[in-house]
């Protein structure tokens, strides 16, 4: 393995761990995906009629953009829950595990036999994070939570100007628990491997995003206002760009440095004093001639700015590209495909490589022959039986060996 910063001959920070990961949809997902970027064998449990998210972007090779980048790198094995047998085949790859992440609803994992009394009787030294939206028990334990709903409970959905309220662009909820998660579960396993013992984690998306809130964190002391750390778009020379701050500290940075005067006097009406400031920096701002006399403006003033970037223009960003953050993959259909990589880089741990995604049961003999060393005359069983399934293009395609990108930057 080779990366930008030397990372040939090391291994990942958590080759060794094996991960069960029976979620779906996003927020678990993104816990197992940054696991097994961090090296962990990690292997998805997929029900017959597919992760949701198998229908969310652009399709190669019947793997879309969504699943794609929330799955790369796991292993797969398709087992019907629901089926005689495959709650107890669940459990038993459960006892081989070193970490399980669940996020069905509350009480599902106990209508089979596979909740965390359950399984930590059958293994003592299992780690398994239960990610809901509302926690695993109380008023709202029951109730369905995406992303968009939590948001609107954690006062993400806001206006400002009057018009209807809007969802913040990104799936924040479950990306931010999915992160919360990894970290429940890194701090979970230092305390197994030093007692033996593992635990549950119980975590709720609304725990999560209040926890990152800055309006959250601001009401407690009775401070609604956010504009501290707030950044705003102003008009340049340059185009539309965004400041940090709000307009008092913009004004002072600038007249500072740059000479601005505000030309009401004294007493004036503080609305008045603001519209003039907010008029002057503007006409300063818009009379610089090019993109790197904006630059140089503003870092003359202290003032952090950032281009207002989207879609391709991101990933094409020069630090984008110097820092690899975005990586090809194989797509599965004889060409390429781009994902994005873990944003870890660390000095003494490979965390550059990042694996494909897998089709519905593809690793179905393999991982039951790794985990439980089953025969393959079993596995045949298991498949005859109705437990295990194999979806057209994981039967045609044949198993990976947990295969890796070959991180070509892109």
Known sequence: MTDHDGSEGRRPPLEGVRVLD??????????????????????????????????????????????TQQNCGKRNVCIDLRSDGGAELIGRL???????????????????????PALSARHPGLVMLSISGFGQVGPDA??????????????????????PPTDVPFSAADVLTGMHGVIGVLAALRVRDATGVGQHIDLAMLDAMAFSSDTIIASLDGYPRTDDVKGEVWDTGAGPMMITGGLKWVWHQLSNVHGLHDPTPAGADIAEKIAARRRIATEFLCALPDRQSVIEALDASGLAWGELRSGRSVVEAPTMRERRSVIEIDDRAGSRREVVRAPYRMSRSDTSDVGVAAHRGEHNGEVLADWLELPGEDVDALMADGV?????????????????ADAGAT
């Open 22 to 67: 029976v979620s779906r949809v996003f927020a678990g997902p993104v816990a197992g995906r940054t696991l097994a970027d961090l090296g962990a064998d990690v292997v998805k449990v997929e029900q017959p009629d597919g992760d949701i998210t198998r229908l969310w972007g652009r399709k190669v090779a019947d793997l879309s953009t969504y699943f």
């Open 388 to 404: 295990l399934h194999l979806d057209e293009w994981a039967a045609a395609a044949g198993p990976t060996q947990r295969p890796r």
């Open 142 to 163: 029951q109730r369905a939570a995406y992303a968009a709903i939590i948001h609107a409970e954690a006062g993400l959905v806001t206006s400002t100007d009057g018009s």
């Open 94 to 116: 459960a006892e081989r595990a070193d970490v399980l992440i669940e996020n069905f609803r509350p009480g599902v994992m106990a209508r089979h036999g596979l909740d965390w």
